[in-house]
C-alpha cells in the first residue's frame, strides 16, 4: 500500500508541535513538514518567541499567530524543529533542497534540542546527490572549479545573497565528504549535517510516529 506521505507529514508535525513548551525560544525550519508544523503550533496558542529560517516560514508562522523575532540578538533557542531531504541509519542528514540550508545550520547549532520531523520516504540507506551547496559570488568561477561534481541552479540567490548549487557526484562517506566540502574557499555552507547536531529524528510511518533518538 502506497503511504498517505500528506497525511504523514501532518502526523509527525502534530508530534513535534506537541513537544513545545510554554515560554520557549523555538526555531522554525523550511519546507512543506514545517509548513504543516507553523499551523499545529499556531493552534496551541502558546506563548513563545520563533526564529525563522525563511521567509516562507517567517510569514506563515505569523499567518499563524506566532511571534517571530530576527534571528539577530538571540543567543540560544530552547528547541529547533525543521525537516530533510534524506536521513541515514547513523543520524546524517541531507538537508537544504530548499536553498536554506545555511540558516537552518545556524539555528539548528543554536539549539539545546534540535528535533528533525519526516514522513516514511526520508530515511535511506545510504546518503545520495544531490547536496545542496551555498557559494559566495565572490570567486565563484574558482570555487566551482574546486567542487568537481557542483552545478548551479537555475534561480541561484538564497535570501542573503549567496549563491545556490548542488554537488551531483557520489557522496561515498558523508563525513570525509563534510570535511573536504568544508575546507574549500568560498563554500558557505553545505546541505550534510552530522548526528551530532541531531537530537531527535521523528519519522512518521501511516499514523504512527517513530522516535529515533541519536547518540
Known sequence: MTPDIGAEKRFV????????????????????????????????????????????????????????????????????????DQV?????????GGGAQTRERIVAAAADRFVVIVSSDKPVPRLHAPVPLELLAFGLAATLHALPGAVLRDAPLTPDGGVLADYLAEIGDPPLLSERLDAVPGLVSHGLFPPSMVSTVLIARGAEVEARQIP
Open 13 to 84: 508535525a502534530r508530534a513535534a508541535a506537541a513537544l513545545v513548551e510554554d515560554g520557549m525560544y523555538v526555531g522554525l525550519g523550511t519546507g512543506t513538514t514545517v509548513a504543516e508544523l507553523v499551523p499545529a503550533l499556531g493552534s496551541r496558542g502558546l506563548a513563545i518567541t520563533c526564529a525563522a529560517t525563511s521567509p516562507a516560514t517567517e510569514a506563515l508562522a505569523r499567518a499563524n499567530g506566532l511571534d517571530v523575532r530576527p534571528f539577530t540578538d538571540i543567543e540560544r533557542l530552547d528547541l529547533a524543529i525543521d525537516g530533510a
Open 88 to 96: 541515514d541509519p547513523a543520524g546524517w542528514l541531507v538537508k537544504g
